[in-house]
């Protein structure tokens, strides 16, 4: 069974920062890309940041130059470094983890996973 699981989030003031951090876990074999969207009350979950299991970025661009993507391989490990922290980046934060390959019963399996999400609230 393959999970997600997210953690770092919560209520900071703006100008701070705060790290999320996404494990995935169960009998991978490969991730492709693994990334973070965001959905705010009222609005649709929308991009934030992804990154290839070769290293290569991207970013939404109202959180370039504020949030930093990672990514630890080995790990299965993806994390989001958010400085700066404005209250319209006040939202429930996902990790996905796109075109994971997993091991089940003498077959693999490929397919796009979600987290639960986290909160972060940033208060003006």
């Known amino acids: 069974q393959v999970q997600l699981v997210e953690s770092g989030g919560g209520s900071v003031q703006a100008g701070g920062s705060l790290r999320l951090s996404c494990v995935a876990s169960?009998?991978?074999?490969?991730?492709?890309?693994m990334g973070w969207y965001r959905q705010a009350p009222g609005k649709q979950r929308e991009l934030v940041a992804t990154i290839t299991s070769g290293g290569s970025a991207n970013y939404a661009d109202s959180v370039k130059g504020r949030f930093t993507i990672s990514r630890d391989n080995a790990k299965k490990t993806v994390y989001l470094q958010r400085n700066s922290l404005e209250p319209e980046d006040t939202a429930v934060y996902y990790c996905n983890a796109d075109d994971l390959t997993h091991y089940r019963r003498d077959r693999y399996y490929t397919g796009d996973y979600w987290g639960q999400g986290t909160q972060v609230t940033v208060s003006s």
């Open positions: 169960g009998s991978i074999v490969n991730i492709n890309a």
